[in-house]
Nanobody
């Protein structure tokens, strides 16, 4: 049984930093592309960042490029999202997701497995 478990998010002031982690189990982790998506109230789930199975490079939404960094540790079956210079508009529930071969890495419909989500709130 595949499980993705995100760490607790939290409340942070604008300009601050937060690191999310996601622990994966029940899958051959190194063969899966991992991603972070987020969903704010009343909005659609949106792509944040993704990383290939090998960890060679990441792709980011324009809204977080230069502020967020996605990394993974295949020895520990972990994926991380370092979030710096946080803005109030980053407030959302953040989800970890896994897929072997999504047609398009930024489309949430291509991801097979999801975590339960963790709330990140950025105050102004």
């Amino acid at each position: 049984q595949v499980q993705l478990v995100e760490s607790d998010g939290g409340l942070v002031q604008a300009g601050g930093s937060l690191r999310l982690s996601c622990a994966a189990s029940g899958l051959s982790f190194r063969w899966y592309r991992m991603a972070w998506f987020r969903q704010a109230p009343g909005k659609e789930r949106e792509f944040v960042a993704t990383i290939s199975g090998s960890g060679a490079g990441g792709e980011y939404a324009d809204s977080v490029k230069g502020r967020f960094t996605i990394t993974r540790d295949n020895a520990r079956n972990m994926v991380y999202l370092q979030m710096n210079s946080l803005k109030p508009e980053d407030t959302a529930v953040y989800y970890c997701a896994a897929a072997q071969s999504p047609r398009y890495y930024a489309d949430y419909r291509g991801y097979n497995y999801w975590g339960q989500g963790t709330q990140v709130t950025v105050s102004s």
